[in-house]
């Protein structure tokens, strides 16, 4: 392009600007593209990401220069090197793990390079095609360097590029708000600080997304995630049901509903709370809360008061590790005590995000903008917190012993300071444990070396995060290898598996093995028939493909059946299980055990729900998606689908209903990264009396 006809000032100014423009924002477009097509994000939303993809290459035109001299040479080949280097690792991370990797979790980058290096050549060869043809973009750059405009580009010129390049991305913003500002708009993800990264960079792209999560969790995000307290008390919208859904059978005289109370601590008074906080995000949590109702007790409150608790976060379980044949103590414990027929796994991938909300009844900061740069991921935000509501900390209250135990390096998510936080003995390959194998372990292992621990115990709390059921599933998995002959032996060679499935039944095997040793140490030590055993996965077993599965037990990979799973309340003493439709999801569990087991709490305080309470149930996912009885509600897979229950419904009713459960889901995840940002519950405690030790 020729600048003769401008000022010379000017045209000396830009001289060798197109052709250094070209070289980043040609091969920021191709790569933004090709890591779309492995994804499987929508294209429009390059046509969002463009103005911002312009404004980069602005700035690394201005930073390079372009020129003959050698460092300004090296600087533009190395922003490019750079460039290549973030979207190859987002390729080989989406193609390990399920999802594009966050700006929080770059901090954990070497981990888990030393610790999925094992599994780095399976994914490197499936993604090698991907991979070669992300490199053609270099040597085209390498052809246009050779041919580039002599004399580079100017200070001048730098200058107004950098200029250009503000005015660009400010101008991409107003363009996004074109759109539309609604919620399911590029607009909204954009000014959303707390948008999770996968959705982020559906709409907006993957490199803005990393820059503008990287200011986010380096300076701040600037503002409360949780809305203001006027929407704290937002009415429920009247439901209106089918007339036979509406007609309540008759009762006899003078008989009606039998009020147990509520589930909330009387002392706690957040209006009074309010006046007594020190900063604008503890006097907003405390309106949010003044308006909250809580939820009533009920006819299962108490139903196990006085039980042991064994809660198990299960790594990658889902239903389709249930085969009679195979894991018969996992079917028989699925199938008694109380069965959720509703239950979804919130989270597609990351354990730290599933194993926090199973701990602690609080949502993670999924995207790290709450941490400044401070931490890595919501579990070492609470190290210095006070937490009521940890099990481990209700159980020694009670005079009880809590234990904490894992199959791996306690370092690693650095759970020997975080466990030991909420007020758990642990135990770890590196401190206490030893196992056959090193990636994964063996849960059989795990079990069999840790229940001596507890079992001659009056009273005892156990949690254990497993191991065996982590992927690949192929025979390059040391459990999966292990078992994968059991497995085609059990089942006969039953061809309506495929292999990656038996590989998932061989992990999980190793599960079934140690709930039967731990069923059988239970009933010889007389603990059995006052052991409650909760276990649920940590998120969706991304490995896996259930199209290699028979029929009966296979799920569609699409929607909100991809979150479809199960979560275990086994105990005994029941003729028939008690079943519960109630949507819920990973955050419902906590509050649903300290309902069954009697322990004081307030209902208010923790996002989730009793199941068999009188609270608005959603099946909430990880990005503040949800599915209800009503509605499936997944704006990022332009899903919105009403339910017959919803049927007679007017428009109006809908859009209201819908509203105010977006509104609620909202509210939800927010106050819990208030709750953790501003170590809220130690608040609350100390300024209302209660014991904090």
């Avoid at 991921?377 to 099990?391: A, H, Q, T, V």
Wanted: aromatic content about 12%.
């Amino acid at each position: 392009m020729s600048f003769k006809k401008l000022p010379p000032l000017l045209s000396k100014a830009l001289s060798g600007v197109p052709r250094g423009l070209a070289a980043f924002l040609l091969p920021l477009l191709f790569w933004e593209g090709l890591l779309r097509t492995v994804t499987g994000a929508g294209w429009m939303g390059l046509l969002y990401s463009a103005p911002f993809l312009l404004a980069l290459s602005l700035l690394c035109t201005a930073l390079s220069a372009w020129e003959k001299k050698l460092p300004r040479h090296l600087t533009g080949g190395a922003l490019l090197l750079l460039l290549f280097a973030y979207y190859l690792s987002q390729i080989i991370y989406f193609r390990t793990f399920g999802s594009l990797y966050t700006v929080s979790m770059m901090g954990m980058g070497g981990d888990a390079l030393l610790n999925f290096g094992w599994a780095l050549g399976d994914v490197l060869k499936g993604a090698l095609p991907v991979l070669l043809l992300s490199c053609l973009p270099l040597p085209a750059v390498a052809l246009l360097r050779r041919r580039r405009e002599r004399g580079g580009v100017s200070l001048p010129g730098r200058g107004l590029m950098l200029l250009l390049a503000i005015a660009v991305w400010i101008g991409g913003v107003g363009l996004l708000r074109l759109f539309g500002t609604d919620r399911l708009g590029p607009y909204y993800v954009y000014r959303d600080p707390y948008a999770d990264t996968d959705s982020s960079s559906d709409k907006l792209g993957a490199l803005p997304t990393t820059l503008l999560s990287g200011a986010r969790y380096l300076f701040g995000s600037g503002e409360s995630v949780t809305v203001s307290a006027s929407e704290a008390a937002l009415p429920l919208p009247a439901i209106p049901r089918p007339a036979a859904a509406s007609e309540d059978p008759e009762l006899p005289e003078g008989e009606g509903q039998k009020d147990y109370g509520m589930n909330i601590r009387e002392e706690i008074d957040f209006s009074a709370l309010e006046a007594k906080a020190n900063s604008e995000e503890l006097r907003t949590l405390c309106r949010y809360f003044a308006g909250v109702e809580g939820t009533r007790k009920n006819e299962y409150t108490g139903l196990l008061e006085g039980y042991n608790l064994i809660y198990i976060c299960a790594e990658s379980y889902s239903p389709a590790a249930l085969d009679p044949r195979v894991t018969p103590t996992l079917c028989k414990m699925a199938g008694s005590g109380i069965v959720l027929s509703n239950y979804y796994n919130s989270y597609l991938n990351t354990t730290t995000n599933g194993e926090f909300t199973f701990l602690t009844g609080l949502w993670p900061d999924v995207n790290g903008a709450t941490s400044h740069g401070s931490h890595t991921g919501s579990f070492n935000l609470i190290r210095e917190n006070f937490m009521p509501y940890s099990l481990a900390r209700i159980f020694r209250e009670e005079g009880a012993e809590s234990f904490a135990y894992h199959g791996y390096y306690g370092e690693y998510y650095n759970r020997k300071g975080t466990h030991t936080a909420l007020g758990y003995e642990a135990k770890f390959m590196d401190a206490g444990l030893s196992f056959s194998s090193i990636w994964p372990t063996s849960d059989r292992e795990l079990l069999d070396q840790t229940m001596a621990d507890y079992l001659d115990l009056d009273r005892f709390h156990a949690y254990y995060m497993t191991f065996s059921g982590h992927g690949p599933y192929n025979e390059s998995n040391v459990i999966a290898a292990r078992n994968l002959d059991a497995v085609r032996e059990l089942l006969e060679d039953d061809e309506d598996y495929s292999y990656n499935a038996l590989c998932y039944l061989a992990c999980n095997l190793e599960l079934e093995r140690a709930m039967a040793d731990l069923l059988d140490a239970l009933e010889e030590t007389g603990k059995l028939d006052r052991t409650l055993i909760v276990l649920a996965g940590d998120h969706f077993p991304y490995y896996l493909s259930y199209r290699g599965f028979p029929e009966e037990i296979r799920l569609s990979e699409e929607g909100a059946e991809l979150y479809h799973s199960g979560c275990i309340l086994y105990f005994t003493g029941l003729e028939e299980p008690i079943r519960n439709d109630a949507y819920c999801c990973n955050v419902d569990i906590l509050p649903t055990v300290l309902n069954l087991l009697g322990i004081d709490y307030d209902s208010r305080l923790i996002p989730g729900q009793d199941i068999f309470s009188d609270g608005v149930h959603m099946a909430q996912l990880y990005n503040r998606e949800f599915i209800t009885e009503y509605l499936t509600w997944m704006p990022s897979a332009e899903i919105r689908t009403w339910s017959e229950a919803a049927g007679l419904w007017t428009e109006e009713e809908k859009e209201n209903y819908l509203n105010y459960m977006t509104r609620l889901a909202d509210n939800r995840y927010g106050l819990s990264l208030d709750i953790v940002s501003t170590d809220f519950y130690r608040f609350v405690w100390e300024e209302s009396g209660l014991p904090t030790e």
